[in-house]
């Protein structure tokens, strides 16, 4: 429940936001260049609102328990290990944090490579020995070196920018064919021209997702790389075996999931935002 509250409250200020611009703009939709306009704000406005609230969402969705005084020896390691490789990669050492969770995963998020979060879950730390954990965490914290958060926001804006835009001109298309053809006049009607939007949001929705899977299973290749750099090699092939003897990664918010190290597998691999773990080992061994 919290999570779709929070879901809800973020898509209801990114409207409010947006639809403050655009009366400030004076936008009008009725033309190109102002249902270009209108895409963009929308497009790229929910996508940087959630990368600006990322860490703020992180924290909230997952129970992260941010470590600020170490507990334990375990919490001082994590510590010590991931301000080592964040020195190594040049940037300013992440919050880490911890959350409640049998899987074995973890993920890194933020809104900028100096104002990052590096998390994993009590499966994960207490269910790997420190070599694999360390190659974990060097993967998350060459996500946060190699600007992955920032990247994959800008393709995402790019993509909704794209399927809202798309949606409207092509639904605007159909609008004047039946018109054309429609002794009257008037059109598909308010309702049903609606209706035929939501639909190409849709369509054209799933065809985003299939482009942004992509770019986000090649960002997993080089941060299993930078890892290996980090950590060696080694370490991160055992920590992705390990991930391989364990069980699937459960249900994680779409933006962190992305950044995990274990990412949930989807029956098409055009939609999966991780590669097989199988060819992430293999591509480690190759190079």
Excluded at 77 to 105: C, F, H
Aim: hydrophobic letters at 50%.
């Amino acid at each position: 429940m919290k999570r779709i509250l929070l879901l809800v409250g973020t898509n209801l200020a990114v409207l409010l936001v947006a639809s403050i611009v655009m009366s400030l703009l004076g936008v009008n939709t009725s033309s190109m260049t102002g249902l270009l306009v209108f895409a963009a704000i929308f497009g790229f406005g929910g996508a940087f609102i959630s990368l600006a609230i990322s860490k703020w969402m992180a924290k909230k969705t997952m129970g992260c328990e941010v470590i600020t005084s170490p507990r334990d020896n375990t919490e001082r390691w994590l510590l010590d290990t991931v301000a080592r490789q964040a020195k190594q990669s040049g940037i300013k050492m992440p919050e880490v944090a911890v959350y409640q969770s049998p899987e074995m995963n973890a993920f890194a998020t933020g809104p900028s490579k100096d104002n990052a979060l590096v998390a994993v879950s009590t499966g994960l730390l207490y269910g790997m020995n420190q070599d694999e954990i360390e190659g974990v965490l060097a993967h998350e914290v060459s996500h946060v070196a190699n600007g992955d958060m920032v990247t994959l926001t800008l393709i995402q804006g790019v993509v909704n920018t794209f399927v809202i835009f798309a949606a409207r001109v092509v639904a605007g298309i159909i609008n004047n064919v039946v018109a054309s053809n429609d002794e009257e006049g008037e059109g598909l009607g308010m309702f049903a021209y609606m209706a035929v939007v939501f639909v190409l949001d849709m369509l054209l929705g799933i065809l985003a997702s299939i482009i942004v899977a992509y770019f986000s299973r090649v960002r997993e290749f080089k941060a299993d790389a930078g890892a290996a750099r980090l950590a060696g090699k080694n370490k991160m092939i055992a920590a992705l075996e390990r991930l391989r003897q364990g069980p699937e990664s459960g249900a994680m918010p779409a933006q962190m999931a992305a950044f995990g190290i274990n990412g949930k597998r989807s029956m098409a691999e055009m939609l999966m935002s991780h590669p097989p773990l199988e060819k992430r080992i293999a591509a480690l061994k190759a190079s």
